[in-house]
C-alpha cells in the first residue's frame, strides 16, 4: 500500500485494483492491467511476481515498518506501549494509502484465497512483533500475548476505517481501539485468579 | 475433537489420523481409513463428508461450547469474564482429546492449504464470540476487541499446551495467559491516552 506516486508501479498497481473492483480478481489479466495503465505487460512484471503482488506487496512493507516502530519505542516502554509505536507506524502508513485500501478491501472480501492469504499476512504480523518484543527481553508467553492483542486491535480498528465512510482517520481509530482493550482488560469485575 | 469413543466414527477418526500423520494428508485415501479402521468407505461417509472434515468437524462444537460458556456466564460478569468462561470450556473440551491433538497438530503445520483453513476457523470463533459478547450487551468496539483478545489468548496457550509434552493441563494454561494478558495491559508504562 502507501502512496501511489504517478509512476509506473504506482499506475499499474492502481490500473489492477480498479480492474479487480470492476471485473473480479479472477477475470483480470496482466495484459489487460498494462493496457489501462498505459504500459507493457514487460513493465508490469518489472514491478510485481504476479497479479496478487499488487494486492500483497505493501504487507511486508507494513510488517517492517510495525516492527521497526516497536523496537525502536523507548527501552522504558512496556509490551502493550511498544505495541502501539507499531500500530501508529501502521496508521500513519495506510492513512496516506486510504484511496488504495477502499479499492483493495472488496477485492480481498469477495476472493476465499486472497482472505486466506491476507489472514495469513496478519498471523506472519503477529510473529514479526512477538520476536520484536522477545528482542526487547519481554519473555514468553507476554511477548506472543501483546502481539496477538495488537493485531487484534488493528484488525477491529482497520474494519471501522474501511467500512465508515466518515470514519476518523486510522491512527486516531486505533488509539481508541487500544485504550478500548486496555480498559476491558482491566475492567474485569471478578478478579483473575 | 472430544473424546475418542470406540465406535465407528471415533475409529474412523484415529485410523485417518495416524494415517495423515505417516504418510501425509494428501497421500491418504478414504479406503485405506477405513481399512485401517476395520470398516467401510460408506461407513466413513456416513460420518465424514470428506478427508478434511476429520480435521475440522470438532471446531464446530468447540465454537458451539465456547459461544454458550460466555453466553452463560452471571449478568455481571465483564467481557474478558465472558470471554474466560469460553476459555474454560474450549480448555475442558481439548484436555479430554489430547491425544487427538497431538495427532492432529503436526499435519495441520505441515499443509499450508490445512494451515489456512485453520486461520478461518478461528476467525469464525472470533466472530461468534463477538456476537455473544454483543448478545450480552457489550458495545462495540469492545465486543469485537475482547474476542480477539480472547481467541489470541487461546492460540498462544493452545501452542503451549502441544509443545510442550510435560505442559501443565489447558485449562490452566489458559487461564495463566489470561491472567498474563490482563497484566501487560494494564501495566502500561506511559499512561493510554
Redesign the interface.
Known sequence: MGRWKPDARGRLGKAALELYAERGFDQTTVAEIARRAGLTERTFFRHYADKREVLFGGAAVLEERMAAAAAGAPA??????AV?AALDAAGEMLQEGREIALLRQPVIVAHPEL??RE??KL?SLVEALARTLRGRGVP???A???A??G???F???F??WILDPDSPALPEIL????????????????P??
Open positions: 522504558s516502554a512496556g509490551p502493550l506501549d502501539a482472505r486466506e489472514m495469513a498471523a514468553d508467553p507476554e506472543p500475548l501483546a496477538e492483542a493485531v487484534g486491535v484488525k477491529v480498528a474494519e471501522r488509539r481508541d481501539c487500544l485504550s478500548a482493550l486496555r480498559s476491558v482488560a482491566s475492567d474485569a469485575r471478578t483473575a485468579s
